[in-house]
């Protein structure tokens, strides 16, 4: 079984940059694919951006578009959320989570689809 866990989470000033980091542990999660969510205090945990397991195959949420990036590095165990032009509306947890046989790249992935998660890191963006 995979165990995720998420890093570099903090503070921000708005229009800053900041890296969020997922690693893997248990067992290779070369065959999952993975994706970022985030929670808002008192709002629904949204999807963020997923990339597929083996291509370069990526969706991001209109909201993000442009503004993050997201990676992996299948042979480190670790996947990567590289935001910048951070607003204030970004402030919420942030999750990563990998499932198998999740189809990246036709529309926003729903959470039911990725079935191991992390315990989130928080990333506040002041304005």
């Known amino acids: 079984q995979v165990h995720l866990g998420e890093s570099g989470g903090g503070l921000v000033q708005a229009g800053g940059s900041l890296r969020l980091s997922c690693a893997a542990s248990g067992r290779s999660f070369s065959n999952y694919a993975l994706a970022w969510f985030r929670q808002a205090p008192g709002k629904e945990r949204d999807f963020v951006a997923a990339?597929?397991?083996?291509?370069?195959?990526?969706y991001y949420a209109n909201s993000v578009k442009g503004r993050f990036t997201i990676s992996r590095d299948n042979a480190k165990n670790t996947g990567d959320l590289q935001m910048s032009s951070l607003k204030s509306e970004d402030t919420a947890v942030y999750y990563c989570a990998a499932g198998r046989n999740v189809r990246i790249g036709v529309t926003e992935n729903a959470r039911s689809e990725f079935d191991t998660w992390g315990q989130g890191t928080q990333v506040t963006v002041s304005s």
């Open positions: 990339i597929d397991w083996s291509t370069p195959r990526t």
